[in-house]
Nanobody, 124 residues
Framework: QVHLVESGGGLVQAGGSLRLSCAFS????????MGWFRRAPEKEREFVAT????????SYANSLKGRFTISRDNDKGTVALQMNSLKPEDTAVYYC?????????????????WGQGTQVTVSS
């Protein structure tokens, strides 16, 4: 059973940066494509970014390209999301997810395992 634990969320002023991390355990990490999603208050969970098992392929939500960067460390079993130039509209709970079969999935149902989420709040 895969277990995912996010960390790194918090309160930041607009224009600032945060780095989220997700620790993976329970299976061979490099066999899983990893993704980040977020859910803002009263909105649906939305795709942020995804990265392949080797880390060689990445994709992002169009609206976030250039500000957010996904990366992974297969030796440590972690995936990170670097968020720069944060805006109040980035306020959300951010979730880490793992997929054993799909790379590049932007849909919630393409992921098999989810973390509990970490809150990011951007003040104006």
């Amino acid at each position: 059973q895969v277990h995912l634990v996010e960390s790194g969320g918090g309160l930041v002023q607009a224009g600032g940066s945060l780095r989220l991390s997700c620790a993976f355990s329970g299976r061979t990490f490099s066999n899983y494509n990893m993704g980040w999603f977020r859910r803002a208050p009263e909105k649906e969970r939305e795709f942020v970014a995804t990265i392949s098992g080797t880390g060689g392929s990445k994709s992002y939500a169009n609206s976030l390209k250039g500000r957010f960067t996904i990366s992974r460390d297969n030796d440590k079993g972690t995936v990170a999301l670097q968020m720069n130039s944060l805006k109040p509209e980035d306020t959300a709970v951010y979730y880490c997810a793992a997929s054993g079969t799909v790379y590049g999935g932007a849909r919630v149902n393409e992921y098999d395992y989810w973390g509990q989420g970490t809150q990011v709040t951007v003040s104006s």
